[in-house]
């Protein structure tokens, strides 16, 4: 697994629970270091112990630690190039969802040896959606709601979203957009700042 991942679930306990948390994780994940390299690549058990030590540490399931995980991505001040990324998908929380088919080529356009699941958006009408999140990555689709949930809050849309488990091989999360401008939203600019 890419370290850019393991160092985004390190970079999220520090930011939300402490260091000292963090380092109750290691010990209990016994990772043998304390700190992952963001451009190394990592086993998956190693991710996969680390995720479950940090659950077990705050007493919360699996996917509502992820799901967290996915609002600090966007939401976090450390995380303000994530969060810019993503809003060059669109100028609307409808355009934004449907850039995130070409989302995992976009990603290895960043870093050539990230490896992101395909997604892909299926719209039942203007305003109820089907995100369909192929298989390769464990806890993604859970990541993805957070990440969807925060980008809503962003845009100023109102969304209900809900993670409606495994198809086969794939992971559903429905969407359905209560109100596009429901509130001002965060102030973005495509020219960055200077």
């Known amino acids: 697994m890419h370290g850019l991942i393991n160092r985004a679930i390190q970079s999220f306990v520090c930011a939300t629970y402490g260091r000292p948390l963090w380092l109750r994780v290691v010990e209990s994940a016994e990772l043998g270091f304390t700190e992952f390299e963001a451009m190394l690549v990592y086993d998956r058990e ?18 509502e630690v992820l799901e967290d995980m996915g609002t600090y991505l966007v939401s976090h001040p450390n995380m303000e190039g994530l ?48 995100l369909v999140c192929e298989p390769g990555l464990p806890g993604f689709a859970s990541v993805l709601v957070g990440v969807l949930r925060a980008m809503a809050d962003d ?28 509130s001002q939203g965060r102030h973005f600019d495509l020219g960055g700042r200077t």
């Open 46 to 63: 190693t991710c996969l112990r680390a995720v479950e030590a940090l659950c077990s540490e705050l007493g919360r399931s699996r996917n």
């Open 155 to 182: 845009y100023g849309a109102l969304v209900m979203l809900a993670h409606e488990g495994q198809r086969e091989q794939t992971e559903l999360i429905s969407i359905k957009l209560v109100e596009s401008a429901f």
């Open 83 to 130: 969060r810019r990324l993503l809003r060059f998908g669109g100028s609307s929380y409808v355009e934004f969802l449907h850039s995130l088919d070409d989302l995992a080529d976009r990603a290895r356009l960043a870093v050539s040896d990230l490896n992101l699941p395909g997604l892909e958006l299926h719209e039942h009408s203007p305003s109820e959606f089907t």
